[in-house]
């Protein structure tokens, strides 16, 4: 089992950045690949970022804009977002899945956050 907590999300105008945090517990950190995903208020939850140890993976529409990392020491990993748009505004999880692709599929996820509220002002 490992246990996933986000934090980091808010209100910000669309330009501004926020960088969300998932502080994992429970299971060795570093043997999962980890991922981002986000639900918008009416829509199914989609990807967003993935961090598979070698590689990151990013959904179109937030490539160049978010950024994902991982501190294995930490047991941590972080979305930075900038440029953020109206359409951003989502609940954002954390998930964690065991290594192989592909990442964006969320039924591939074991573990999932309890999900942190992003919300971006036009």
């Known amino acids: 089992q490992v246990q996933l907590v986000e934090s980091g999300g808010g209100l910000v105008q669309a330009g501004g950045s926020l960088r969300l945090s998932c502080a994992a517990s429970g299971r060795t950190f570093s043997r999962f690949a980890m991922g981002w995903f986000r639900q918008a208020p009416g829509k199914e939850r989609e990807f967003v970022a993935a961090d598979s140890g070698s590689t990151t993976h990013y959904a179109d529409s937030v490539k160049g804009r978010f950024t994902i990392s991982r501190d294995n020491a930490k047991n941590a990993m972080t979305l930075q977002m900038n440029s953020l748009k109206p359409e951003d505004t989502a609940i954002y999880y954390c998930?964690?899945?065991?290594?192989?692709?592909?990442?964006?599929?969320?039924?591939?996820?074991?573990?999932w956050g309890q999900g942190t509220q992003v919300t971006v002002s036009s």
């Open positions: 998930a964690a899945k065991g290594w192989g692709g592909p990442y964006y599929l969320e039924v591939d996820y074991d573990y």
